[in-house]
Structure formats: structure tokens, C-alpha cells
Nanobody, 115 residues
């Protein structure tokens, strides 16, 4: 059973930066894709960044140019570098991994952007 653990969330001022990490219990190189999702209060969970097994990255329009998804296979860790944060980025951020027809989620980490 794969376990994903997010970390790095917190309170940051508008315009600031955070880096989220998602540590996996197994080898992330075996996953078909990994992604970051977020869920703001009263809204549905949405995908914001995807990293395929082949290294392709896909971003949701609102984070394009500000967020960067990356991974370190040696550390079995997925990252999300978030720059130029806005209050509307406030949400719980979740890590997701998929392999064939299986999917795993982390427990989420809160990101709050406020002055």
C-alpha cells in the first residue's frame, strides 16, 4: 500500500513563496503520473499540476507561470514550488499518485495566503 505524506504548508503573505513536499513510501518512478490538487472552502477539489512518468508537466491556467511541479526520484518525493502567491491560492493541497487503475492520496496540507 502506497502512503503519501504532504508537508510544507503554512501561512504566507501575498506575493510570498512556499514549497510543498510529498514523500512517498515507495518508488515514485513506478507511477504513471503524480499530481497536486487543491480544495478551497466550499469548492470542489481541482487538479492544478501534473507530472507524468515521462516528465511532461501540465498546469491549470491560474497557476501557470507561478507554480512548478518537480520530483526527486532518489528521495521518492514530489514537490510544488509556489511563487507569487495570491489569497485565492488559499486551500488544502493534496498529493496524488496513479498507477494503472489505482490511485493514492495524501492527507493534505493547508496553505493560507493572507496579510
Amino acid at each position: 500500500q502506497v502512503q503519501l505524506v504532504e508537508s510544507g504548508g503554512g501561512l504566507v503573505q501575498p506575493g510570498g513563496s512556499l514549497r510543498l513536499s510529498c514523500s512517498a513510501s515507495g518508488s515514485i518512478s513506478s507511477f504513471d503520473a503524480m499530481a497536486w490538487y487543491r480544495q478551497a472552502p466550499g469548492k470542489q477539489r481541482e487538479v492544478i499540476a501534473i507530472l507524468t512518468g515521462g516528465g511532461r508537466t501540465i498546469y491549470e491556467d491560474s497557476v501557470k507561470g507561478r507554480f512548478t511541479i518537480s520530483r526527486d526520484n532518489a528521495k521518492n518525493t514530489l514537490y510544488l514550488q509556489m511563487n507569487s502567491l495570491k489569497p485565492q491560492d488559499t486551500a488544502v493541497y493534496y498529493c496524488n499518485a496513479t498507477q494503472t487503475n489505482r490511485s493514492w492520496w495524501g492527507q493534505g496540507t493547508q496553505v493560507t495566503v493572507s496579510s
